[in-house]
């Protein structure tokens, strides 16, 4: 009996220096994770880059998110743009210099040809913080009460807000700007601009340093009330983009263009459709009713339809990175495109 009991607490015994071995051989380390990417390669990209420049229909958004420093170790939104989208607004402003986010950023801008711009509400408290306390050769400046003070002082302002535009879009190694202009549509305060003899002078300023008369690569964008631009300030324009959030068929995207078809060549018109709500990021838009195809997405039907007198810019999305969460991830977006630009199989 005796005996017995010996083996039986020797196996108790051991049975405990094996449970210890095991827990210690248990415990958690932190490890360093590898991230994920799909590695490409250079001929991938050079195609990539070559097709950005081609004659396409573009695929425009506004990404939010992106202006935090963002984190190496961590998931971030602007890792996961997809590569076919050619402009970038960031809404909420872009990245600081030096940042996790902002290096990601010239990678993609050099790696695959996307173009990033700053949004900016063109309103009175943007004119101010733009121009007011900024020195010219003689004085200092103010935007205040400059509605009664005469043309030539208000070009003093516009251009000082032109060229602190032009020289924060080159530090920030940015490619443009895209301007918010909504003066009778959000009820903010616009202002000076709310006069549409002044903004036509606001825009023709801006077109000296940005925008296809500028003799630069820098984009200049107007979307919101576009179509409150003279047509020899629209001239100056990259893009003209239109927030048709909702839109159900080709009748209404139609009426949208003839506000400003007189100036705007289909070319430089965008439509975009709201991934903000839920029915966009989850269904690709409100039911949209085409005349050949169909029902169908709203995104869909934007990028099949084309203004009679030609063929549009592009599309796009507000809030496009809400449809990251889909799976498969922007599933609506890169369909999208494939609408635009079918691939070459």
């Keep these: 009996m005796k005996d017995i009991r010996i083996i039986v607490y020797a196996f108790v015994l051991a049975g405990a220096l094996l449970l210890g071995a095991c827990q210690k051989q248990n415990l958690p380390e932190a490890e360093p994770v590898a991230r994920l990417f799909l590695e490409k390669s250079e001929e991938y990209y050079a195609n990539l880059r070559a097709y950005k420049k081609s004659d396409h229909q573009i695929y425009f958004g506004w990404w939010g998110g992106i202006g935090a420093p963002g984190n190496a170790e961590a998931v971030n939104i602007i890792d996961h743009i997809p590569d076919s989208v050619d402009i970038v607004s960031l809404w909420g402003g872009p990245p600081q210099m030096g940042s996790y986010n902002h290096e990601t950023m010239q990678r993609i ?69 895209d301007l918010d202009h909504e003066p009778t549509v959000c009820g903010c305060n616009w202002g000076l601009l709310t006069d549409q003899r002044k903004y036509a002078m ?25 179509y409150r631009i003279s047509a020899e300030a629209g001239a100056g324009l990259s893009y003209a983009v239109s927030q ?55 995104l869909f039907g934007m990028a099949y339809w084309n203004p ?33 630009n079918p691939a070459v199989r």
């Design 308 to 340: 009679v007198q030609g063929r549009k810019g592009g599309i796009g999305t507000y809030h496009a990175e809400y449809e990251y969460s889909n799976n498969p991830d922007y599933r609506w977006t890169r369909a999208a495109i494939q609408i635009l």
């Design 202 to 226: 606001f825009i023709k300023t801006l077109s000296k340093y940005f925008g296809p008369l500028s003799g630069t690569d820098r984009l200049l964008i107007v979307d919101g009330e576009w």
């Design 244 to 298: 048709a959030y909702g839109t159900t068929g080709p009748t209404s995207l139609q009426s949208r263009y003839n506000r400003g078809v007189a100036w705007l060549p289909t070319h430089k018109y965008i439509v975009t459709e709201n991934f903000e709500e839920r029915v966009g990021w989850e269904n690709g838009g409100p039911n949209y009713t085409d005349p050949v195809r169909g029902v169908m997405p709203s």
């Design 109 to 177: 801008r050099r790696q695959k040809g996307t173009r990033f711009v700053m949004v900016e509400f063109d309103d009175t408290a943007f004119l101010n913080r733009m121009g007011d306390t900024s020195s010219t050769a003689t004085s200092s400046y103010s935007f205040a009460n400059q509605s009664d003070r005469g043309d030539e002082q208000l070009l003093i302002g516009f251009e000082l807000v032109a060229t602190k535009l032009r020289d924060f879009v080159d530090e920030n190694q940015l490619d443009g700007i």
